[in-house]
């Protein structure tokens, strides 16, 4: 069995696809699945399903895949604890984020981590907080910034707290609330709204304040981008409420105050077993300490 074959498994795994797979990991299709399939003929199982419409883990591949990514995990956080030894920092830098992180200057961080540790290879995965959180936990990404009401706390994980903000409104510069200084939610809830979809860490921030205020409004879009978000905010389909930091970054949409809007917490987590160097370093480029919050 070797690191290169579980690689493969877990990249296939992620993407649902023996392409997506491949392209992911720079190799031909073909090499990708031959390397599974002899994997699968030592192991004597099948780890995937394979349809002409989709790829899904059998039984067998659910059970293989947290052990993969933990051997992997290992052979890399090895060679990266050898070079740091010799005074280098190698390795992978996983990072996942939402898209309306706005507590740290993502690209901004990334380039000084990469002038200083040139040697690292870099991954950035867009996701839902709820989703990051688990990914960290499970060791598939390093670190995470994520974005919750105030209601909730990353768990499994070590935890640092960014910032806090508040919604705003964003609405079509034309719209009739266009002129309001602020606004509050019973005038808002009479609206179309455009938001991220159900259950979603960034939607229950609104949802929960509405309910709390007994109103009920109606979202007709649901989209999984912010930027999207604004896309069709601009033409007047809707209107949404997002962080009052990040908004400065759409154009097309005026934004209003909300004297009872909901508030929220920027956090970033790690892994509570122990970062790789490649992390504990990222963090000192955010002047965080790897050790700072475990609870």
């Avoid at 709204?193 to 304040?209: E, H, I």
Wanted: aromatic share 6%; with cysteine; charged share 20%.
């Amino acid at each position: 069995m070797e690191l290169q074959q579980m690689r493969y498994v877990i990249a296939v795994a992620e993407t649902n696809s023996f392409t997506r797979a491949a392209e992911r990991c720079l190799v031909v299709q073909s090499a990708l699945s031959h390397q599974i399939a002899r994997l699968e003929r030592e192991l004597g199982a099948k780890l995937f399903e394979r349809t002409s419409r989709r790829v899904r883990l059998t039984p067998a591949g659910a059970a293989f895949l947290p052990a993969a990514r933990q051997c992997l995990e290992a052979a890399e956080r090895a060679t990266a604890e050898v070079t740091e030894a010799i005074g280098e920092v190698r390795g992978r830098l996983a990072v996942g984020l939402i898209p309306t992180v706005a507590a740290v200057d993502i690209p901004g961080a990334l380039r000084d981590f990469r002038e200083r540790h040139p040697y690292v290879r870099i991954s950035l995965r867009v996701g839902a907080s709820e989703d990051l959180v688990g990914l960290v936990e499970q060791g598939a990404i390093d670190v995470a910034f994520l974005g919750l009401p105030t209601t909730s706390r990353p768990e499994g994980v070590a935890v640092h707290e960014l910032a806090r903000d508040r919604l705003v409104a964003v609405v079509a510069p034309n719209h009739p609330l266009a002129d309001e200084p602020a606004v509050d939610l019973r005038t808002l809830s009479s609206e179309v709204f455009v938001d991220l979809p159900a259950g979603t860490a960034g939607r229950v921030q609104s949802d929960q304040a509405f309910a709390a205020a007994g109103l009920r409004r109606d979202v007709a879009f649901e989209v999984t981008s912010a930027d999207f978000i604004a896309r069709l905010v601009g033409p007047g389909l809707g209107i949404a409420m997002l962080p009052s930091a990040y908004v400065p970054h759409l154009t097309g949409v005026t934004t209003i105050e909300v004297t009872d809007a909901p508030a929220r917490v920027e956090y970033i987590v790690w892994s509570r077993v122990g970062s790789t160097p490649a992390a504990t370093a990222f963090l000192t480029i955010l002047d965080i300490p790897a050790m700072l919050d475990k609870e």
